[in-house]
């Protein structure tokens, strides 16, 4: 029994080895860069150093840009493995090295050059957002004030309106009075003709 058990467990070992074995030594070849590629390579050398790495679809996707934190990652490994005696530095390593460097060198300066651009138009927006935020509170302010001088001159209007319905009713009062006066004075007058005809 003790036999059995004990090539029951070196059997699920050596699967395990062979599947483990299978799965490391799986193909690394990006499936968007057949090997006629003039980059085929290089790009199949960095990846099976583990200096870059695939996408989970297997591409390499090779037309995306390059951003400067993936350079940093990559040439950092290189400079590490270099320092520790990990990798020998021989002339066609460094020589790939330098071609990555050219190659990328333009899209390198490219991309700092499009993020310098980002940044001037960033600050520019930030500056055009400040005064049009200064603009939106001298405009609130504004139409408050507005609002007060018209709530005024509707208080005046009220008060005109007010003042003109007392003067109506004054001048009203004051024709009933001269009409009352006329009739006094023509009665006055008759009667002042009449007592004199008497």
């Not at 070992?13 to 980059?39: E, G, K, Q, R, Y």
């Amino acid at each position: 029994m003790n036999r059995f058990k004990i090539l029951a467990i070196l059997f699920i070992l050596v699967i395990m080895v062979f599947t483990f074995t299978v799965s490391v030594m799986a193909d690394n070849s990006p499936s968007d860069v057949p090997p006629t590629h003039w980059a085929y390579k290089a790009v199949k050398l960095l990846i099976d150093k583990g200096y870059l790495q695939l996408y989970q679809d297997q591409t390499f996707q090779g037309d995306k840009p390059v951003d400067r934190y993936t350079l940093a990652i990559v040439v950092a490994k290189i400079l590490n493995e270099i320092a520790s005696g990990q990798v020998g530095t021989n002339k066609d390593d460094l020589a790939l090295i330098k071609s990555l460097t050219n190659e990328f060198r333009e899209e390198f300066v490219g991309v700092n050059s499009k993020n310098n651009i980002y940044m001037t138009k960033l600050d520019a927006l930030l500056k055009e957002q400040s005064i049009t935020k200064e603009d939106v509170t001298h405009l609130s302010d504004e139409e408050q004030q507005l609002q007060i001088q018209v709530q005024q001159m509707v208080a005046d209007i009220k008060s005109i309106r007010d003042e003109n319905t007392r003067l109506k009713a004054d001048v009203e009062r004051l024709r009933v009075e001269l009409d009352n006066t006329k009739k006094y004075m023509w009665a006055a007058i008759i009667l002042g003709i009449l007592g004199v005809a008497k």
